[in-house]
Structures are given as structure tokens and as C-alpha cells.
């Protein structure tokens, strides 16, 4: 267990280690790009099947531009199977869907260094706009995806609703991802993803979906996994169909890995370099798989996430990441009662530039809503029943510094309608946001959903645990332990969220039904059950 007075030493000895291997070209690709910089296009391309099996995506819409996305990979789970060369993809964008009325189109080149994926930032597009595109390789062409931007900002003007989804917590071998094919036929504007995309553990066969392979530690590893998951049908359905704003939680890398710190660390030998190497490669495959903006793109073992997307006046998302700059997790990780590492002042989840930068967009936001896409859950969860109290050490529960001034700036500065999404835990959660989570009187400062996974944990069941009481948790006002996602409605007025729950996801067959909704009032933080 790292100890917190180590931190600052073990960062800047990491980020030397860091630096010396990125010079020497070792992280993230970038011996393979000086390999092939100067490579030629193949003068006339050819597949034996089509390249475009991972689908196509979008994501980060603005009032006039939106990123496109694919990746040519002819054999996906052979590290694509492309040659180590420049392909030219040919992309357009039209204003109907069935592509006649073409608005733009152009060539970018797949290359090999990004794993033959490609994106497109399609620009001098009309606000609140659907548009549909699609990519083409020799005589192959991709399925048709549908995009749009988003409203433009207006003095004084409010665009009149916005819907969503919200998802996180995928794992492949535990289940179907059924509720990406209800979500693919759901009126939305955009899906957010709050993390664990991919699952990076080895998966065996005893899961509903049977894939026998080792844990990932390389880039060509960690590409593949990605290749198996974005393989799914009804994935590819939800990214075709909307728009997604991404983000990242701990198994895009390692279960519960914190800054450079690995979840082995332990082990008294563990070098913080070495894990940072793992990092590297790991970012370097969600970048090349995901529908983010080129300032993304990783740079070694560190990948600019944080960032603001504004949906007209109506709605800001501040997308977080609680993973790469956090302090180890205190007390050894885990569930259990609070040690004193729990109340270091220095303690972190969100590091200090990016608290900096939260705060000052939170201040400056024209939002009517604004809304923290992360991780893990902000609300307090006492998991011990009765006396003395317990925690996961994962969640903001032990980082309390950190918490409490995100507490405090809601109460004091009032920004206007603070809503927290996050997922990691595999079950619903409705939660009121209070000034002091220990004193039932307190003021509640803002409102918190959680939603559960898409298919990690299996089926789950209906069991409510005997600790969500009004004794223990009264800020809790719902849970449910089946897999689904939340669907987010908002208007000017009002934030309405519907929880969603698969019957089961052990099969394809699930169902999928609406368990609670619960409403938002402008200006009256906190959850209502209607």
C-alpha cells in the first residue's frame, strides 16, 4: 500500500521513468509511427471480407461540428488484420438517410499506428441537426450511422428538451447487451458513457458468452478486447443511432488502478513504471476505438479526458475523470470503516488542475443544467446496517477533502441545477446530494443518478439490501440490483429520470421495463419519486 507522504515522490520519479521511455519511443506506438510516417497509401485497396466489422460511432457533437468514427479491421480478432500501411477511407456526410443528398465528403487515411482507425471532426454542420454518414475502403462500404449537433448557444433562449441515455459497465462473458438493442430504438439525442467500456480481465468460458482468453497487458491485447466487445450487434446499434459523449472508468485499464498506481501495489518490487507502460498502451486502444476529438489523443501514459460539451444553454456536461490523477485508494482499498488516510487534506480523486478547471466552468457555465458525467457515485453509501458505518475506499466516500469541497461550492456559490451521473456499481441509485451526509437536516445541494450496468453482474435480482433505510441512508431514495440503463429528460423546468431494467441478460430474450421516474425541479435540488 502506497502511503500518501510517498505520492509526490513516486510521481516525479514515475514521470522521469515516463519520459526516458516515451524518448526511447517504447509507449504508445511511437516506433511503430516513425515506422510507417513515410509509408505510402496502397495504390489499390482490397479485402477479402469487408474491413468496416466494428461498426461506425460518433460523439462529441457541437452547434456546427460532430466527430465520425470506424476502424478497418478485416480480421478483429487477429489485430485487424490490415497491412502495416496508410489505407485511404473515403467518408460522407448527407441530410437524409438513405445518403442521396450528400452535404460533405472527403479521404482521411487509416493508419497504422492508430490500429487502421479513423476519425473525421465533420465541421460547418446546422445546429440541432440530425444528419446520417457513412465510410467506404475500396468497393466496401460501411453500415450507415446516424449523427446530429447540438443546439447553438442563445442569449436569453433556452432549446426546449434534450433526451439521453445513461450507461456504463459492460463485461462480455456476463452477459448480453440486449438493452443496446432497446436502447437503439429509443427516442434519444445522444448516449453517455460513464465508464468501463471493456473489461480487461481474462475471460473464460463458464459465462453466457464464451471467449477463452488471458488477461490484457499489450497494446495488440488490449486492441483485440476492444475489437470482441464493439463486435457486438447491438453495440454497434446504439452507436449508430446517436451521438455518444464518452469517459473512462478504472477496467479500460486495470480493476481500480489510481494514477500510476497499479491494483498490485502490494507487491513490494512493483514499479510504478512498469504499470505506467500498461496505462500507456491501454489508452492508446480506447483512443483509437472511442469517438473523442483529436486533443485527446494520448500522449505516453497521459490522455486528455476531462472536457465540457454544452447542449445549447440548456444543458453543460462537465465530463470527469476520477482515474488518472486520483490518490491511492486509503485503508488498503476495499469495503470498510474510515482510517485516518480517509481524512488527508492532501487526498485526491479529481487531482488539482482539473478540480481548478471544474470550478471555474461550474461558475461560468450558462447551463440551466449542469451535469457531472464521472465515474463513481458523490452520495454517501453506508454499507453497514445499524451501528458504525462502512465504505467502498473506490468511490468519494474516502475521498472526503475532495467531497467536501465539491459539497461546499454547491451550497455556497450555486450553480445552477448540479445533477451527478456516474455507473461502477452495477445497480440503480437515486441520491439527494447533501451539504453534510451525517446530519439528516442537512441542506441537499444537488441530485445524483446512478445507473446500473449493461450487463456486468449478471442478471442481478430484486433484493433491496437491508442498509438503504432511512435510519442509515436517508438521502437514498431508490435502488434496484437489475442490469439497464437511465433514460434522462429535460427541458428548461424539469429533469426527469426513467431506470430502466433488463428481465435478465444471461440470455438474449431479456425484457426491458421501467422500475421507478423520478423528477428534478428547476432550482429545488434533490430527487422526487413520481
Known sequence: MFKYENFERLLHSSIKRRNLIIGAGAFTGLAIASQFSHQRAIAKTKFSTNPFTLGV??????????????????????????????????????IDRNMKRILSRGTVMARP????????????????????????????????????????????????????????CQNYQQGYYTAYKYMAEDDLDLVVHVGDYIYEGGISTTGPRQHNSAEILTLADYRNRHALYKLDTNLQAAHAAFPWIVTWDDHEVENNYANF??????????????????????????????????????????????RRVNYGNLATFHVLDTRQYRTDQPCGDGTKERCPEVFDPQATILGQAQE????????????????????????????????GQTFSMDKWDAYLADRDRLMNFFAERKPSNPVSLAGDVHSHWAMDLKADFNDPKSAIVGSE????????????????????????????KFYNNRRGYVRCTLTPTLWRSDYLAMSEVTTPSGTISTKASFIVENGRPGVQRI
Not at 457531472?372 to 451501528?387: F, K, N, W, Y
Open 57 to 94: 460511432a460518433s460523439g462529441e457533437p457541437d452547434d456546427n461540428s460532430v466527430v465520425i468514427w470506424t476502424r478497418l479491421a478485416p480480421e478483429p480478432l487477429n489485430g485487424g488484420g490490415m497491412p502495416a500501411m496508410n489505407v485511404p477511407v473515403r467518408w460522407e456526410v448527407a
Open 113 to 168: 499506428e492508430l490500429g487502421h482507425s479513423v476519425r473525421v471532426v465533420v465541421e460547418g454542420l446546422s445546429p440541432d441537426t440530425w444528419y446520417w454518414y457513412r465510410f467506404s475502403a475500396g468497393k466496401e462500404a460501411s453500415p450507415i450511422g446516424r449523427t446530429r449537433t447540438t443546439p447553438a448557444m442563445g442569449r436569453g433562449r433556452y432549446t426546449n428538451s434534450l433526451k439521453f441515455a445513461l450507461a456504463s
Open 261 to 306: 498506481i497499479s491494483e498490485i501495489d502490494t507487491e513490494p518490487d512493483q514499479d510504478p513504471a512498469v504499470f505506467l507502460q500498461r496505462r500507456a498502451v491501454a489508452y492508446q486502444a480506447y483512443y483509437e476505438h472511442m469517438p473523442l476529438r483529436p486533443f485527446s489523443r494520448p500522449v505516453g501514459p497521459d490522455m486528455q479526458l476531462y
Open 356 to 387: 481548478d478547471w471544474l470550478y471555474k466552468g461550474l461558475s461560468r457555465s450558462k447551463g440551466q443544467w449542469n451535469i457531472l458525467a464521472q465515474q463513481v457515485p458523490i452520495a454517501q453509501r453506508d454499507t453497514r446496517l445499524g451501528e
Open 449 to 476: 443518478f446512478v445507473c446500473s450496468s449493461i450487463s456486468s453482474g449478471g442478471d442481478g435480482n430484486d433484493n433491496i439490501p437491508a442498509y438503504i433505510n432511512d435510519a442509515d441512508n436517508p438521502h437514498i
